[in-house]
């Protein structure tokens, strides 16, 4: 079945030190996401590629970064974990078109929960 | 910048009765978007809204788009143990690119 994969689903890490969190589809979309999403807390979009466009939310800190390095893949590297980046993070796909950009549903992977400790 | 407020932001509710969230932004979208996140699990989208007074139906679940496109509902008729979770919105902007979603609901039944 096609999916949104992501890898691991839990990971620790000390404080201060990187970490990579991976995701890869095989629905072939176009658009990759990242979002953060903490204890009872919405969804936060952190940035996205739309193809090899990268988009970044201006209020997400320069700690984050990403890469797309082809169309099935998607890292979030963390370059500094603080123990506020604790949290849920997913990576979500979605296929839109250049005419109605983002009017297509989000298709999420499961998430991979970062402890930092 | 857009805002989407979702409420209530807990709802506890005995089998069999019926429930309902509901979503306003502070801006005209040109859709929204409803997901369901089952506790520990992600979001699972559900059903998309794009026409003004749009209402669709899924068996039990009825979503609302508003006239004004500004807010929306969902409705489930006779809540069932398995419609347990976080149930949340996300609206895009007619003039945005970014999907914004609310705090969601979180919905709890007692059997």
């Known amino acids: 079945d096609a999916m949104v994969i992501q890898n691991p689903r839990y990971q620790v890490t000390q404080f201060g030190k990187p970490v990579t969190l991976s995701c890869s589809q095989t629905?072939?979309?176009?658009?990759m996401y990242w979002y953060q999403q903490k204890s009872s807390q919405a969804p936060k979009l952190l940035f996205h590629?739309?193809?090899?466009?990268?988009?970044n939310e201006a209020d997400t800190p320069d700690n984050f970064q990403s890469r797309r390095p082809n169309t099935s893949f998607c890292f979030l590297d963390i370059r500094s974990p603080g123990l506020g980046d604790a949290a849920m993070y997913l990576c979500?796909?979605?296929?839109?078109?250049?005419?109605?950009?983002?009017?297509?549903?989000?298709?999420f992977g499961n998430g991979t929960r970062l402890t930092v400790t | 910048g857009q805002q989407v407020m979702q409420i209530p932001q807990y709802q506890h509710v005995q089998e069999g009765e019926d429930f309902t969230t509901y979503c306003n932004s502070s801006t005209t979208l040109s859709n929204i978007q409803w997901y369901k996140q089952r506790p520990g699990g992600h979001p699972v989208f559900l059903i998309q809204?794009?026409?003004?007074?749009e209402v669709k139906k899924q068996k039990r679940l009825t979503f609302q788009f508003g006239e004004a496109k500004k807010n929306s509902s969902l409705h489930i008729t006779a809540t069932q143990t398995t419609d347990v979770g976080t149930y949340f919105c996300a609206g895009k902007e007619t003039s945005g690119s970014r999907l914004t979603f609310g705090e969601g609901t979180q919905l709890t039944v007692n059997p």
């Open positions: 629905l072939n979309h176009n658009v």
């Open positions: 809204l794009v026409k003004s007074g």
């Open positions: 979500a796909t979605s296929n839109t078109g250049r005419r109605l950009p983002y009017n297509s549903p989000l298709h």
């Open positions: 590629y739309y193809d090899k466009d990268f988009n």
